[in-house]
């Protein structure tokens, strides 16, 4: 999980990281998520934040709990 300053640049750099990841993986396993408007340890510290905010009722991206 990580935080970025916007969602353009979060875009960015989900998208130059697949590019990468591209060359060593299974095709369609790699996903990202980008979800403006939440701070990261926010979200670690209460997943809660992020219910009803699922992409097609997938929930892979979603942190189980934080720590």
Known sequence: ??????????EHYA?????VLAL?????????A?????????????PRLVEGLDQDDVTWWRPAAGT
Do not use: F, K
Not at 24 to 32: A, F, K, N, T
């Open 15 to 19: 998208r130059s990281l697949w590019r």
């Open 34 to 46: 980008v979800v403006p408007g939440l701070r990261r340890d926010d979200v670690i510290a209460d």
């Open 24 to 32: 060593v993986s299974v095709p369609g396993s790699i996903r990202y």
């Open 1 to 10: 999980m990580y935080e970025w300053d916007g969602p353009p640049r979060a």
